[in-house]
């Protein structure tokens, strides 16, 4: 790994760093991609602290997928870089990726394997011995609630399985950071209690959790840290209490995104019209 301490300073050419990066886990700065007319992300600057449990909210098609995936090494930036743990995901993808777990959003699975099966690639992939694996993944599925189906394809799994399935292989090495796109969505009650205890015991050790989600009381109850993005560009960034200011998540969310519209017309819905 790469010392933070002595990581190269991207707004400052190659002098390094001396007070910022040691208690950043994740840096963008300036992160732009464009589809054809469309800027989907527009020079992004985030900083999400170690240690923190960072929500990322934002309406839909505000780039919350797309800042990810340029984060994360799986979606090439047009501009701008990001940092894991002091180390550049696009220069050191090979390093910058060992400390990264990713539950990506809508990413194909190879999901003719079993659930066990699954999990044990995802493990091997990352260069683990063989009986550390076996065993991190029968630990992971019992934790999951997924003993039984382990020998199911994930191809029959429901929504909120697969999802689980997914996150089983984020965390199977062990990430410092682990990066998740909306990680509740299509999970069960039980089930994303679960989840959220594996993430807080993982950041109360010293990880880093950043999600992405739109259901803003689960943000709120859940996360340190949050940024609110729309269009491309955060709105407001920082510690939970400061972003509110006094409001609620999702009322600080409306002002800045600006997303209050009275519905009008649709008058043939109403069957009171019949
Ligand atoms: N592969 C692509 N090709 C073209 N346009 C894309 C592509 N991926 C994303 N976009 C566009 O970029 C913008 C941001 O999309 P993105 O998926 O990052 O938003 P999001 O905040 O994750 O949305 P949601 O909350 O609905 O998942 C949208 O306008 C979307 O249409």
New binding site residues.
């Given amino acids: 790994m790469v010392d933070p301490q002595t990581a190269p300073d991207p707004d400052a050419g190659s002098s390094p760093v001396t007070t910022r990066a040691p208690e950043v886990a994740l840096l963008l700065r300036g992160l732009t991609k464009r589809?054809g007319d469309?800027t989907?992300v527009d020079r992004l600057d985030l900083d999400v602290p170690r240690g923190s449990f960072y929500g990322l909210v934002?309406p839909?098609?505000?780039?919350?997928?797309?800042t990810l995936s340029m984060a994360t090494g799986l979606l090439r930036p047009d501009a701008g870089t990001a940092h894991v743990l002091g180390v550049d995901v696009w220069d050191d993808p090979v390093a910058a990726k060992a400390q990264i777990g990713i539950l990506p959003?809508g990413l194909r699975l190879f999901d003719r394997l079993t659930g066990q099966q699954l999990v044990t690639y995802a493990g091997l992939l990352r260069g683990m011995d063989r009986e550390l694996v076996a065993g991190r993944t029968a630990e992971l599925l019992a934790a999951l609630g997924l003993t039984d189906a382990g020998d199911k394809l994930v191809i029959d799994y429901s929504a909120g399985m697969t999802k689980k399935i997914t996150l089983a292989c984020a965390l199977v090495h062990a990430p410092r950071l682990l990066v998740l796109d909306e990680p509740f969505e299509a999970v069960d009650p039980v089930s994303a209690r679960t989840i959220r205890g594996i993430l807080e015991d993982f950041a109360a050790n010293g990880g880093t959790v950043v999600l992405s989600s739109?259901v803003m009381d689960l943000v709120e109850r859940i996360c340190t840290d949050v940024a609110i993005i729309a269009a491309g560009v955060v709105r407001a960034a920082g510690p939970l209490g400061e972003v509110r200011a006094g409001a609620s998540l999702e009322d600080r969310f409306l002002d800045l995104v600006g997303g209050r519209t009275t519905v009008e017309g649709l008058a043939w819905l109403r069957t009171s019209s019949d």
């Fill in positions: 589809f469309t989907a934002g839909n098609g505000a780039g919350k997928t797309t959003d739109h």
